[in-house]
């Protein structure tokens, strides 16, 4: 059974950074596209950026666009998401996904994705 395993998340104040990690294992199929979203108090989960598992094509939400970037390492299983200048409107627990037929158009949909992590908290305070 695929396991999503989200790390990296804390405390920090605005202006500042965190980079998220989710390692996946269990899994025999390689994902089509892995995703990160998150859900922040009284709010729906909601899209941040998402990858292509083979190429170079990345998806971003037009609120971290320029301070937010997502990558991955193919040999460790791993999806990161670097966050700068970060927010207290990014105040949020965020979780990601892997999508194993994730077409485009459903890239920033929760409904596109098959897998999902537990997901780490980040909060954004001075």
């Known amino acids: 059974q695929v396991q999503l395993a989200e790390s990296g998340g804390g405390l920090v104040q605005p202006g500042g950074s965190l980079r998220l990690s989710c390692t996946i294992s269990g899994h025999t199929n390689n994902p089509r596209v892995m995703g990160w979203f998150r859900q922040g108090p009284g709010k729906e989960r909601e899209f941040v950026a998402a990858l292509r598992w083979n190429g170079d094509t990345t998806y971003y939400a037009d609120s971290v666009k320029g301070r937010f970037t997502i990558s991955r390492d193919k040999s460790k299983n791993t999806v990161y998401l670097q966050m700068n200048s970060l927010k207290p409107e990014d105040t949020a627990v965020y979780y990601c996904?892997?999508?194993?037929?994730?077409?485009?158009?459903?890239?920033?949909?929760?409904?596109?994705?098959?897998?999902w992590g537990q997901g780490t908290q980040v909060t954004v305070s001075s």
């Open positions: 996904a892997r999508g194993l037929r994730t077409i485009t158009s459903m890239t920033s949909n929760p409904r596109g994705y098959d897998d």
